[in-house]
């Protein structure tokens, strides 16, 4: 069974630092993995989605990384604002095309 | 595209009585699938749907929960009776095809469910 794992839960960091998220997972047989962006009271909105065969992909200030191998994504934000406080999920998508979703690292970007 | 949309945002019964939360997926994806969010557990798969027909329902908690997709456009999960467990938030996502290739889900506001 699929575990993923985000840590920290929660993360408060100055306006203008670039930051790093960490999402680990236990299988490696995935087909892609997301990452989700979740705003309070409010649904999830899909960042990014990298394929199991690329390394990388970017988007504007947000580029996430995937090493398949070691179960590991990394989402990196440049130059953090205060409109990037929420929380953000990563979720692989494993052979049976379902998602298994981390708990989520709540960012606070402070002004 | 107004996206995914779900009714009703926001959900108070009483334990024993029968809720049934609805969404439309957005027009033209074919796959439609079933979320619930709480604290502790965080946002788990109840059931997807491809092309109206259930694939894998192995996420639904118990008997009390059932979904049916009737048509492309709509879907229903129906808890019956209703437990004070089953509060959470659940939300409804569709994608242009299983996720297992390109297809990003997308997500609907999700309903709030209360039952005392």
């Known amino acids: 069974k699929q575990e993923v794992t985000q840590i920290p839960a929660a993360l408060s960091v100055p306006e203008g630092e670039n930051l790093v998220l960490n999402c680990s997972f236990t299988?490696?047989?995935?087909?892609?993995l997301q990452w989700f962006r979740q705003d309070p009271g409010k649904g999830l909105t899909s960042l990014l989605l990298?394929?199991?065969?690329?390394r990388e992909q970017t988007s504007g200030r947000l580029n996430a990384s995937l090493d398949k191998s070691s179960g590991r994504s990394t989402l990196y934000i440049a130059a953090s604002q205060p409109g990037d406080s929420a929380t953000y999920l990563c979720?692989?998508?494993?052979?049976?095309?379902?998602?298994?979703f981390g708990k989520g690292i709540t960012l606070s970007v402070r002004p | 595209d107004a996206g995914v949309i779900q009714s009703p945002r926001h959900e108070v019964t009483e334990m024993g009585q029968e809720v049934t939360l609805r969404c439309k997926p957005i027009s033209g994806h074919n796959s439609l699938f079933w979320y619930r969010q709480t604290m502790m557990r965080g946002l788990e798969l109840l059931i997807y749907?491809?092309?109206?027909?259930?694939?894998?329902d192995s996420g639904m908690p118990e008997d009390r929960f059932s979904a049916k997709m009737p048509n492309a456009s709509f879907s229903t999960l129906k808890i019956q009776p209703s437990e004070p467990r089953d509060s959470a938030v659940y939300f409804c996502a569709s994608s242009a095809g299983l996720a297992g290739g390109f297809e990003t889900q997308y997500f609907g506001p999700g309903t709030r469910l209360l039952v005392l």
């Open positions: 299988d490696s047989a995935i087909y892609n």
């Open positions: 990298i394929q199991s065969s690329q």
């Open positions: 979720a692989p998508t494993g052979a049976n095309s379902k998602l298994t």
């Open positions: 749907f491809n092309n109206n027909v259930p694939i894998d």
